[in-house]
């Protein structure tokens, strides 16, 4: 069972939209290789906001994500497509269906 969770917020700069929502999408496959992941999810939360939630049965997992090529991507192009850092919340699961 997931116990572990990440949730990170990401602010596209203005004209931007577009580029932060491809680049989710194109996260999927990365993630979908990792072994320790769960459940992957891009979201948006409105027209500039987006995210990432992930879920993890261990806090290795959790921590292998952090590590891995999806982070290192994002973080490699945040100055070009993010308004401020990108905020990641370390969550811990109470429930889960």
Same mark, same amino acid.
């Given at each position: ?28 496959? !990365? ?43 994002l973080m490699k192009h945040a100055g ?7 905020? !990641? ?9």
């Amino acid at each position: 069972m997931e116990k572990y969770a990440l949730l990170g917020r990401l602010e596209a700069k203005p004209g931007k939209e577009q580029e932060v929502a491809a680049f989710l999408k194109s996260a999927l496959p !990365i993630a979908e290789d990792e072994n320790a992941t769960v459940k992957w999810y891009g979201l948006q939360f409105g027209p500039s906001s987006f995210g990432i939630f992930d879920t993890f049965e261990t806090e290795a997992g959790r921590k292998e994500h952090l590590e891995g090529e999806i982070a290192a991507s994002l973080m490699k192009h945040a100055g070009d497509l993010l308004s401020q850092d990108p905020v !990641i919340e370390f969550v811990e699961l109470l429930a889960v269906k």
